[in-house]
């Protein structure tokens, strides 16, 4: 039962480098979402997906950027990296289709800093 | 989603039982009540869920009340590695879009 894995789990970058976080998950869950974590606050959705080929924007999606060609990889990438950008990146799956949509599924988080 | 208000901070004995309540009166009919738990650098946790009658799983109970205005978390028998933020969270079941977690509570199991 590996469930949801996040790589790396922790990333130093430098500011306008391009960084990818990889999530996959083995349930073949149909949902999948990406959230943010700031020292201190809660967490805050970035993008989620329905299915494969099917994303959409969340609360804070600029300088954001998703795709899932298959539904058990959810890749994230910051084209060009900020400061602000430094965070602790959670993904989460879910599948409604089971009525327990609101199961999500975190996965171990992402430490980024950007410098 | 109903809006929710929880304690700050509690603390709790180990090996006692931890009551965390929840406010939630202006629930609607549709709405379930969630309980999640992120123990400090982790994912959160889902722990357990209802509508009105009460519920238990391996890892708590949950107890709402009978117009459902509230509701508490139970951990029969806490040990210090419950210590956690704990979120109530209210919406409508079958919602799959994101969860939005508040401030929580956060529970310091104490030896």
């Known amino acids: 039962d590996a469930g949801i894995t996040q790589s790396p789990r922790y990333k130093i970058t430098e500011t306008g480098r391009q960084v990818t976080l990889m999530c996959h998950q083995t349930w073949s869950h149909s949902y999948m979402f990406w959230y943010r974590q700031d020292l201190g606050h809660g967490l805050r959705l970035i993008y989620y997906s329905a299915a494969a080929d099917i994303t959409d924007k969340g609360e804070v999606p600029d300088g954001y950027v998703v795709s899932r060609s298959k539904t058990e990889n959810f890749p994230l990438t910051l084209e060009s990296a900020t400061r602000s950008q430094t965070s602790v990146y959670f993904c989460a799956s879910s599948e409604p289709r089971t009525g327990r949509a609101n199961e999500q599924f975190f996965g171990p988080g992402t430490r980024l800093t950007v410098l | ?111």
């Open chain 2, 1 to 111: 989603d109903a809006k929710t208000t929880q304690p700050p901070s509690m603390d709790c004995a180990e090996g006692r039982a931890a009551n965390l309540p929840c406010n939630h009166s202006t629930i609607s009919g549709n709405e379930y009540v969630y309980w999640y738990r992120q123990i400090h650098s982790q994912g959160p946790q889902y722990i357990i869920h209802g509508l009105k009658n009460n519920e238990t799983n391996e890892m708590a109970s949950l107890i709402i009340t009978e117009d459902r205005k509230s509701s508490t978390l139970i951990l029969p028998h806490a040990t210090l590695r419950d210590t956690a933020v704990y979120y109530c969270i209210v919406r409508v079941v079958g919602s799959a879009r994101q969860l939005t977690f508040g401030s929580g509570t956060q529970l310091t199991v104490l030896p």
